[in-house]
């Protein structure tokens, strides 16, 4: 299977923790959709062979677009890819833009899961983070979306400090807060939540705001402790933790981010989108201007890098890790050689012995108490300046 991700690099404002790539201008909206459709015919030789069993719409705040951009999208899609029948088609979006319209014209063009930046049910929190909707409008969304949608997901932050003038003395979001909105998320029957920690990166809003005192450094450890309140309450509601921040009910796992833990191929559309093939990885341009600049010279504006054997085994060991499917010791030695199994497991043993990571069947996994570390010991288990 393979998957084609578009990226919509709209937003209706910043959200103050939010690194990735979006304008919050739409001057150049049409112009974009055209080129976004563009790539895509393109580069349709790309994925002659391949069948397209997912698309996904992310961002950005794909929900900023019209139907009639995204059915453009959609159709075109089918009308240059050979596309699987039923595809998942995910569209990310804000709760301000889910009126009871928009749901049921989206259903009608093929979208048929949802994923939505709920974030926090608390109003405090919203504010805090600069999100477009508030909590009224994240009750209302969920009330809406769950009469014309049943592949639902939603986005739920943990870690949040209070915004404060005090600084390191805010107080951190309490257990009882965040138990309260998880419990809110499962009063709708809702099938699959992603939940990430409240992350500070560099060139962010919270970043600045946190250096001048005007909000709290998260702390880490709030966010384990946030973290395994999550997996035991989601775990006792019958939600299966397939992915380090991801959970979901029996057959509704997300098949298009399945794909990339699992290292098939996607194609990724759209200014800052990513595509692999198995044997490299290419990236556009972040830049809106100049991406379309390049698509009106009939240009692809990105970066190709051809991935080493290290590259690929790095990359499986932190996908796997992350994953309930776990690292194969026998993909490693028939991928990648007796010198890469040697060296896992040796750099494992001592993660193995303080009960972070356990093998069952050939499969290293972490244990419950090692999940919220993956990502660290992931890195201790990397391969570098392997001849």
């Not at 600045?208 to 395994?228: C, N, R, S, W, Y």
């Not at 504006?301 to 890790?321: A, C, F, Q, V, W």
Request: proline share 3%; with cysteine; glycine share 6%.
């Amino acid at each position: 299977m393979s998957g084609i991700y578009i990226h919509i690099p709209f937003c209706k404002q910043a959200c103050h923790y939010c690194d990735f790539h979006f304008s919050t201008s739409m001057k150049k909206k049409d112009e974009m959709v055209l080129a976004l459709a563009k790539e895509i015919r393109m580069r349709k030789s790309e994925f002659k062979g391949e069948v397209v069993e997912t698309i996904y719409f992310g961002g950005g705040t794909p929900s900023r677009l019209p139907i009639s951009d995204l059915r453009l999208q959609i159709n075109l899609i089918y009308e240059n890819y050979t596309v699987a029948p039923n595809p998942e088609i995910t569209l990310e979006a804000n709760p301000d833009d889910l009126s009871e319209d928009y749901l049921i014209e989206l259903s009608k063009i093929g979208i048929n899961r949802l994923s939505i930046g709920i974030q926090s049910f608390f109003e405090d929190d919203l504010v805090m983070m600069n999100r477009a909707h508030n909590s009224a409008e994240a009750i209302k969304c969920l009330e809406l979306a769950t009469k014309y949608f049943d592949n639902i997901s939603l986005d739920l932050i943990y870690g949040i400090p209070d915004s404060s003038q005090n600084g390191e003395q805010a107080q951190q979001m309490s257990n009882e807060k965040w138990k309260r909105n998880i419990e809110t998320a499962l009063s709708f029957g809702i099938p699959h939540i992603s939940s990430y920690a409240l992350t500070v990166e560099p060139k962010t809003a919270l970043n600045k705001l946190i250096q001048t005192g005007k909000i709290a450094k998260p702390k880490d450890e709030v966010a384990e402790e946030h973290f395994q309140i999550l997996v035991e309450t989601l775990e006792n509601n019958g939600f299966i933790h397939y992915e380090l921040s991801n959970f979901g009910k029996e057959n509704y796992f997300s098949k298009n981010n399945s794909a990339y833990w699992l290292g098939k191929k996607y194609l990724g559309i759209g200014p800052s989108a990513h595509s692999y093939d198995g044997i490299s990885r290419s990236w556009n341009v972040s830049n809106n201007s100049v991406y379309l600049k390049s698509l009106a010279e009939n240009e692809l504006p990105n970066e190709i890098e051809i991935l080493s054997k290290t590259d690929r085994y790095n990359e499986y060991i932190m996908t796997g890790l992350r994953t309930i499917w776990g690292v194969s010791l026998d993909k490693i030695l028939d991928e990648f050689g007796n010198e890469y199994l040697d060296y896992l497991q040796k750099q494992s043993q001592k993660f193995l012995n303080d009960g972070l990571l356990f093998v069952e069947n050939s499969i290293l996994k972490p244990t419950r108490k090692g999940k919220f570390l993956t990502d660290g010991i992931a890195s201790d288990l990397f391969m570098v300046n392997s001849k």
